[in-house]
């Protein structure tokens, strides 16, 4: 028995945003509760609504700048990079800027859309 597993396939989130989402392990692509780890480009002038994730999410940042709202802060991050959010904090994520953002994404446990309380906008 194998004591490792190489994804070839992804599993592509459908989005109407134009982000790329391509979950290489994570409850949608393996059926693992426990982590979901994804690699995403975000398009320029992209942004999501204030949302309180139910889990932790760190987020490396490959190529370009993402802009993060945690509570009060504006923080951006650009390539080389990275922040972890703590579960139940209010967040938005962006990309403000010019340039496609490219990064990677892993959350504790693993993404779930009814785990994430998003706010209207």
Known sequence: MKKYTIQKSPFVVPTTDGKVIEEHFGKA??????LSLAHMIAPPGWKEPFQTPEFDEYTYII???KQFIVADDIV???AGQSIKITKNTRVQYSNPFSEPCEYIA????AFEFNKVHRESE
């Open 29 to 34: 692509s393996t059926q693992d509760p426990n």
């Open 76 to 78: 951006v991050l650009e």
């Open 63 to 65: 190529k370009g700048k």
């Open 106 to 109: 892993i959350c504790l446990p």
